[in-house]
């Protein structure tokens, strides 16, 4: 992969004049890193939102990227109904539900057009609580587990995945907005975090609150999923970053966010990932800046996005991920502990976790080299 494409992609997602000057590219390549990044229909979106087509007469690009714009538009109205009986159900048992990431954008409509963004699944908070009980409603419903369940979500921020058939995707309970098998959360589900849905359909549905949207959003992948660390490129959730940002511009308490980053001691982090996205999407906050460390952590990461799909990219992951498993502060985090004194035993602990989890287990090396 070649970050010249990677940056054409980006920026003509981000910079509409700039569509109407694509001479010269490999949309082969375009469309290669925007179906591996699950953006192909916000490529294509904004490629027919300024008339790319009129001037283009590539047909066989233009039926390609149109049809799998139709088919994901078909799918997220489908999610949409999917997510109305979810709702329906378990308020009428006055369980609340806190929506989160993709199906949340959708119900608040975030994005221009409903077929904008791709989701795998549906991601809902229920308060501990209550979050057996709405379970077993939505099996009683059809719903079943699409994996053997074997205790692994038994301390995880969320059950085990369930779906029904006929239905879209797969649906993902939530005890925590986010915390892995750490029980610390860091998004709680309160008045200050979340408000109601305006969406008629979703009036007494949760979502989160403009700032908080977007401190999960950058806590998903930097933290959780270890990407500021592995200096991995996530360029679908950094392109839902932006969006957000854009759209909430005034509405977003930048000071918290700052402070909610520095709780969590993820300062570098932040300022990488905010570089990241003005770099790529032309985004300029209160707290991006720039300096030696942000153009660094910039230059790795474009280097890590090339090796993709060479021998030596699929090796390189393996080092850091292996470090940054036993990082102090992450078996911190997974285990709620806090003194330093403790740190060997839980290496030891986690150590006898991955061998159970990855080496002694049915197809482990690639779960391990693959797992986010």
Not at 115 to 125: E, K, V
Not at 139 to 151: L, P, R
Not at 228 to 235: E, G, M, P, Q
Request: with cysteine.
């Amino acid at each position: 992969m070649k970050k010249e494409d990677l940056f054409t992609l980006a920026h003509s997602l981000s910079h509409d004049k700039l569509i109407n000057h694509l001479e010269d590219v490999n949309f082969l390549n375009l469309v290669e890193i925007a179906n591996r990044e699950f953006l192909t229909s916000a490529f294509f979106y904004q490629l027919q939102k300024n008339n790319f087509f009129i001037e283009n007469k590539d047909e066989e690009l233009f039926l390609y990227l149109n049809e799998i714009f139709k088919l994901n538009t078909i799918r997220n109205t489908q999610i949409v109904e999917q997510l109305k009986e979810i709702v329906s159900l378990l308020n009428s048992k006055n369980i609340e539900c806190l929506l989160l990431k993709g199906c949340a954008s959708l119900v608040d409509e975030d994005y221009e057009h409903i077929g904008i963004r791709f989701l795998s699944d549906i991601d809902i908070l229920v308060r501990p609580e209550r979050i057996n009980e709405a379970y077993s409603l939505l099996m009683q419903i059809g719903y079943y587990k699409t994996k053997e369940d074997i205790g692994f979500y038994d301390s995880h921020h969320h059950l085990c995945p369930i779906a029904k058939e006929n239905m879209p995707v797969v649906v993902e309970l939530h005890s925590r907005v986010i915390g892995e098998k750490s029980t610390i959360e860091h998004i709680p589900f309160s008045e200050e975090t979340s408000s109601k849905s305006h969406n008629l359909d979703f009036l007494n549905t949760w979502v989160l609150n403009p700032t908080y949207k977007l401190y999960h959003t950058f806590l998903h992948t930097e933290y959780i999923d270890n990407n500021y660390n592995l200096k991995r490129l996530d360029l679908r959730h950094i392109y839902d970053f932006t969006v957000l940002a854009k759209k909430y511009n005034d509405k977003i308490d930048w000071n918290k966010l700052h402070q909610l980053v520095k709780s969590l001691k993820l300062q570098d982090n932040f300022q990488a990932y905010l570089y990241m996205c003005k770099e790529l999407f032309n985004l300029i906050t209160p707290l991006t800046i720039e300096n030696e460390k942000v153009h660094s952590d910039y230059k790795m990461v474009l280097k890590s996005f090339e090796l993709q799909g060479t021998i030596h990219g699929e090796l390189y992951p393996l080092l850091p991920k292996l470090k940054s498993f036993y990082k102090k502060q992450r078996l911190k985090r997974i285990y709620h502990y806090e003194k330093d004194a403790y740190y060997p035993y839980y290496v030891l602990k986690h150590f006898i976790y991955q061998l159970k989890t990855y080496i002694f287990c049915k197809d482990c090396l690639k779960k391990f080299a693959s797992e986010k």
